[in-house]
């Protein structure tokens, strides 16, 4: 079964007709040339395949395209402005948060979605205080960016650069 | 992935006579668990009412006759749900159990009505090529002497010995919250408690829900007892990993005795273990780690392990006693 | 390619660039995710427009294909067609049983490919192989792995190493050793699961042209890939092109072709000219594209009262695969690890009906330096010594199986490095003596080691470009470890230039021909080559060459035939937290100090050493591919139930190197880093879990319920 759907990616609107079993990560990779997104696993076990859908993190091999009809998708490829590189990826060339980079741009926009959460207050596994401020350390990066797993083990410039992002 | 069509039903309404009308249609929700099956080929349904879009996005309180609930519309997200201020303050063993949970990702997506109803992890269950008597009634259980290392201690059957994986559903019975369900008969209310169920000789059944029932609403008590709560959970990594076992409990002391406690464990049983036995054996006790452990081993005198599963028992004794001399602990400061 | 290629001795460079932390000039791609992996090259020329392919596996572990029956699948809207081993089309050579994709109706494990399904969408083409109807002849099969019953006495192991060593009398001496340690020591079955699965886009040209079979492969190694699969189709190998722009990670994986490469080849040969695009699942992976086999390693230790080693014993027992043989070779490093006059080795295999094992990360050495760091932990004990001090009393004064000196072996000051920045001299000498909180806490240490590769068969080229710029380019591939930045580098420095001079080619087989990026040999065997190239051009052509001017060469140095023998070093110090209730393990710091030779670049170093690190940690704390010997298959086959390192399991995790440089070894003195970082962790886990808690995990992984009784 056929649908058309709309969906906007990395600003620009487009119109694709997809089998109702199409997933967003396929209806992206496969049918409209996208792929600043990954599929590392394609059962929600990996991240490599996060983007932003309406503004939220969000694994796109777990989503019916049909579903998300209307939708605005920002990938890695659109978080910059223009040509320019978003201050988390930028801070992840400075800290060498990645070796083969096919986790990476999950791993970016994870760590904005996550910067947003954590700007509106959202409270974590290690929050000790659940009624308390969030206060982004170690721990807590840690684990709100543990849904991107990175099999290089960039571990510590990940940390590294989401910390250095969430300062700025 | 069998072709399908898609519908977006409009109302809670239309969305249960969509599946009424069709034995071979399903609802779906943030889709992450019924996505991952329809790929693997577990769920194999010919049309999909989506639900997650209807307007039961909402969390509120309301008066009862018992006092205040708070109502978690079906589609609340559990991220949403995690971050909710009355959540936090008046239900922390609910926040707690949602953060515990799958990833910041899946959070975002997986809606309360979904999360509940999400299907084991037993690995043979989500392997279409190996036996497994809750995917196919009769086929066998792979997991009786396969790996069972995730697989229940508590309550199972010789038919099937998995899990629910569900974190959220723990903290809910601890909280004696209720599910509200939409069926073609109309609404009604059930404890979620009794919402899952043990395999018996009927693993294919998860849950007391017709297929065509549809969860509308959870209504947890706001009860002195409930902000008393906390969830622990003990996994095989730090974060993005499914329980080896876990505890909800809420907790009241009278002095140097227990009061009053809830103790319900997650990576038991088909369903979320209240440990009924341990609890009355605590209450006017002093809490310490020899009389938790008793009080434990009164709920484990029915276990039944493997292998594979002996762990759980000293790991159920000892994640109970933290947790409930950790609330204690926190009761008195 | 018409230049003739030349043998140059390389000369050892003055570093400029190499050295500095050059940001990885494939960077930006890979933040913004414009890098093009695999089976994302389908918007290019000659590849748009591909049909989808979707494997089919068996579901017996040994018999025959019955019957395939394709109408079903053929039925579904958007299937093209069904390929099994009747339809598909004949290979020339079916040798390699890994690698005879549908070529007869033999079945040699569970989840063999079995027919293969072609579509014009990925969700039809996955419905098509749900569809297919196997029937199978099924046989009685073996797919227990037990030490008893690894009897198979393999001809070498992997690469090429004698199967078993004997040197002195171990059982004499074992006899008349003060102190004997005797343990069995364990490692499940892992699979790499590199980020990219493993993914093929082949086009197959119905024309006479040169190039007949076009691949973008997700590989290690180019060249390699068309080596190995043009001999199967009655190509030549220059009739394959290959490349591989981004590969999302390897670990080994990827090293050489597996069945999926093959699969995709001849699906596209039946669909010719359309391409083809076959990502190989998740799952799939579990038992298509190799994986490190369980090993028992049985040692027996023998030391004076002052734990000098007298003896050193080395069985180890571990399994391969009936349709092809691969023998890890887990008891090779023991052969030089440390001074003892009497050694013995051995290496034994079960032959089983199952999946094809073949290389992930420090083969031999992971799990072979795990069972022999552990026993020398439990050997410390025994003798009542400091286990840096045990081991810095073992320091062998030459290599104890040739009798050649080391060309460096630092193995001490790594030691003691690590020891001090540890704070190692404050540790309790007593097991299970140190609480905080709810948790105990210990250290331990291990050694690490891993040999310097140069592989053969490397070539670079080089043309001098307008305005003093040079085109560089030789068939490697950069799977992450910062290779295309790296060997910029070098170039730059051979040639006396600076880095932006350098316009780098690589990953394409129309470039020179170079060796897989694996055995921590890729900086070394192209870096070399890469300056044999820079030298020859030079002599050629001068400092001044006229644009155009070009040279292929390759290093015809031979350090491995030399006077020495060549290994990188390391020691591991790991601090281990376990939950005296609950029995969670946490690593809340683990160091590694290394001589590895000269570091080319300190940002990709110590990134492809804290990987290694973290790669042996999650060995150490979770990984386990759990095979169900009933049915054949691993059963824990996805990153849900087969767990590696999450960012919240890594904690402070740090990586150091001593200042030298290897100029025997390589003309940059470099001596290869991508290994080591795996070698030794998991045993400094385990010996710190024993420090912390007094309970001896002998086996891997180390995981909460092993602490349970711990407390109660
Ligand atoms: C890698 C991974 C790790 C995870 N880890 C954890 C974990 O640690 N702990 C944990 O608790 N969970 C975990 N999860 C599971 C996750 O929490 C569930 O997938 C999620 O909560 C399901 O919600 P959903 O809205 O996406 O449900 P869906 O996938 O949409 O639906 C799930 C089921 O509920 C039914 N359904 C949905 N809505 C309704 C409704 N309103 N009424 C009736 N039926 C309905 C559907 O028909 C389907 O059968 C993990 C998931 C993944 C993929
Ligand atoms: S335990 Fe239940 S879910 Fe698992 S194989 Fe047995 S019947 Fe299936
Ligand atoms: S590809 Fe979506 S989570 Fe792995
Ligand atoms: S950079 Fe390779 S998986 Fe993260």
Request: with cysteine.
């Amino acid at each position: 079964m056929d649908a058309t759907i709309r969906l906007t990616v990395d600003g620009t609107a487009h119109e694709v007709t997809v089998d109702t079993r199409t997933t967003v990560l396929d209806a992206l990779r496969e049918r409209l040339g996208v792929t600043t997104v990954k599929k590392g696993c394609d059962h929600g076990q990996c991240g490599s395949c996060t983007v932003l859908l309406d503004g939220r993190r969000h694994l796109t091999c777990l989503t019916l395209a049909v579903a998300q009809d209307g939708a605005e998708v920002v990938t890695a490829g659109g978080l910059g402005e223009g040509e320019g590189l978003h201050p988390v990826q930028q801070a992840f060339l400075d800290h060498d948060g990645y070796q083969c980079g096919y986790c990476t741009p999950g791993q970016v926009c994870s760590a904005v979605g996550m910067l947003d959460e954590a700007k509106q207050g959202h409270p974590s596994h290690v929050t000790e205080d659940l009624e308390g401020d969030t206060d982004l350390t170690d721990d807590e990066i840690r684990e709100r960016m543990s849904g991107n797993l990175c099999r290089c083990g960039a571990y510590a410039g990940i940390l590294a650069a989401v910390r250095e992002a969430a300062q700025a | 992935m069998r072709e399908l069509t898609y519908v977006r039903a409009s109302s809670a309404q239309e969305a249960v006579e969509a599946v009424t009308a069709d034995a071979d249609a399903m609802f779906l929700g943030g889709g992450t668990n019924l996505v991952d099956h329809l790929k693997l080929g577990v769920a194999r349904p010919g049309r999909l009412v989506d639900v997650s879009r209807l307007p039961l996005d909402e969390v509120e309180t309301r008066e009862t006759p018992d006092g205040p609930v708070l109502r978690v519309g079906a589609a609340v997200r559990n991220a949403d749900l995690a971050a909710h201020p009355l959540v936090r303050s008046g239900l922390p063993a609910l926040s707690r159990a949602l953060l515990a949970g799958a990833s910041g990702q899946i959070r975002q997506q997986a809606s309360t009505a979904g999360n509940l109803l999400q299907r084991t992890r037993c690995v043979y269950f989500q392997d279409v090529t190996t036996p497994c008597n809750k995917r196919e009634p009769g086929s066998g259980c792979s997991a009786l002497e396969g790996y069972d290392r995730y697989n229940a201690v508590l309550g199972a059957s010789e038919h099937c010995v998995a899990v629910h994986p569900s974190d959220m559903a723990v903290a809910m019975v601890a909280l004696d919250a209720v599910v509200v369900v939409l069926g073609p008969e109309g609404e009604r209310r059930l404890p979620v408690a009794d919402l899952h169920r043990l395999p018996g000789d009927a693993p294919q059944r998860d849950t007391t829900l017709a297929r065509d029932e549809l969860v509308t609403a959870v209504e947890l008590p706001l009860t002195d007892l409930a902000a008393r709560s906390t969830y622990r959970k003990v996994r095989d990594r730090a974060s993005y990993a499914f329980a080896l076992v876990s505890v909800a409990a809420a907790l009241r002391m009278d002095g140097d005795t227990v009061a009053d406690v809830r103790i319900v464990w997650g990576g038991a049983a088909h369903k979320p273990w209240r440990a009924e036995l341990a609890e009355r054996a605590l209450v006017g006790q002093a809490l310490d780690e020899d009389t938790v452990a008793a009080a434990v081993d009164t709920e484990l005198a029915t276990a039944r392990t493997s292998e594979g599963t002996a762990y759980k028992l000293p790991m159920l004794r000892g994640t109970t006693a933290h947790t409930l001399t950790t609330l204690a602990t926190t009761e008195d400061a | 390619m018409s230049t003739e290629t030349v043998e140059q001795t390389p000369t050892p460079i003055t570093p400029r660039s190499v050295g500095t932390a050059l940001g990885r000039v494939d960077g930006p791609e890979k933040v913004t995710g414009a890098a093009r992996y695999g089976v994302e090259h389908h918007g290019e020329d000659g590849l748009a427009d591909p049909l989808y392919a979707w494997l089919v596996q068996s579901t017996v572990a040994k018999g025959a294909v019955d019957a395939v029956d394709p109408a079903a699948a053929l039925a579904h809207p958007g299937v093209v067609a069904v390929l099994d081993h009747t339809s598909a089309p004949r290979l020339e050579d079916t040798d390699d049983g890994e690698l005879a994709v549908l070529q007869d109706a033999r079945v040699h494990f569970r989840g063999q490919v079995v027919a293969l399904v072609l579509a014009e969408s990925v969700e039809a083409a996955r419905e098509g192989a749900a569809l297919v109807e196997v029937g199978y002849a099924a046989e009685d099969h073996d797919a227990r792995f037990s030490a008893d019953g690894a009897t198979y006495r393999p001809d070498s192991v992997n690469p090429a190493f004698d199967t078993d060593s004997d040197q002195g009398d171990v059982d004499a001496a074992l006899e008349a050793a003060a102190v004997v340690v005797e343990g069995e020591y364990s490692t499940p079955h892992e699979h790499n699961n590199p980020m990219e699965p493993h993914a093929t886009l082949a086009r197959w040209s119905d024309g006479d042209g040169d190039e007949v079979l076009r691949l973008v492969d997700s590989t290690q190694a180019v060249h390699g890939v068309a080596s190995t699969v043009a001999p199967l189709f009655g190509l030549e190998p220059g009739q394959v092109r290959v490349t591989a722009p981004y590969v999302g990670g390897g670990f080994g994986s990827k090293g050489m072709p597996h069945a999926s490469t093959v699969a995709a080849a001849l699906a596209a040969r039946a669909v010719a000219p359309r391409p083809v695009s076959l990502a190989v699942t998740r799952q799939q992976m579990f038992a298509l594209t190799g994986y490190r086999t369980a090993t028992v390693s049985r040692f027996r230790l023998g030391a004076d009262t002052d734990g000098r080693l007298t003896a050193v014993e080395h069985r180890a027992y571990e399994q391969t695969s009936a349709v092809k043989e691969f023998a890890e070779q887990t008891a090779v490093a023991t052969r030089m690890m440390y001074a003892a006059p009497n050694r013995r080795t051995s290496h034994r295999l079960a032959v089983l009906d199952v999946a094809v094992p073949s290389w992930m990360r420090a083969p031999g050495e992971m799990p072979g330096i795990f069972a022999h760091e552990v026993a020398m932990d439990e050997l410390a004990e025994a003798c009542g010594l400091d286990p840096v001090e045990l081991r810095l009393r073992n320091e062998p004064d030459v290599d104890p199986e040739s009798g050649k000196p080391f060309s460096i072996r630092r193995l001490p000051e790594c030691l003691e490095r690590g020891a001090e920045r540890f704070g190692w001299a404050e540790r309790s000498a007593q097991p299970r003596s140190t609480v905080d909180g709810d948790w105990w806490v210990g250290t331990g240490v291990a050694a690490a080691t891993y040999p310097g590769y140069r592989m053969p068969g490397n070539a670079a080229r080089v043309t001098a470009l307008e305005g003093g710029r040079y085109d560089v380019a030789i068939g490697c591939v950069d799977i992450g470890t910062g290779a295309r930045t790296v060997l910029t580098q070098i170039a730059a420095d051979a040639l006396a230039v600076e880095p932006a001079d350098v316009d780098l080619h690589i990953a394409d087989t129309s470039l020179p021909s170079a060796s897989v990026a694996g055995g921590s040999s890729g900086t070394s065997s192209w870096g070399a080559t890469v300056v044999a190239a820079a030298q020859a051009f030079a002599a050629a052509h001068g400092d001044a060459p006229e644009p155009g001017a070009e040279v292929v060469a390759s290093a015809d140095d031979d350090p491995l035939s030399g006077e020495h023998v060549f290994h990188s070093f390391g020691a591991v110090f790991a601090q281990v937290r376990v939950h005296r209730w609950t029995g969670e393990i946490r690593v809340p710091r683990l160091l590694g100090v290394y001589s590895v030779g000269r570091v080319v670049n300190p940002t990709t170093a110590r990134s492809q050493l804290l990987g290694g690190l973290v790669m042996g940690l999650s060995a150490a704390l979770h990984e386990e591919s759990v095979r169900d010997p009933r049915f054949g298959h691993v059963v824990t086959q996805d990153l849900a139930s087969y767990h590696v390192a999450s960012h919240a399991d890594v904690l402070d995790v740090d990586a150091e190197w001593l200042e030298e440089s290897d100029d025997e070894f390589t003309p940059m003195g470099s001596r290869g880093i991508g290994e080591i970082g795996i070698v030794g962790t998991a045993a400094a886990v385990a010996n710190a879990a024993y420090h912390a808690t007094g309970v001896r995990v002998r086996s891997l992984p180390v995981t909460a319920d092993r602490f349970l009784e711990v407390d109660r």
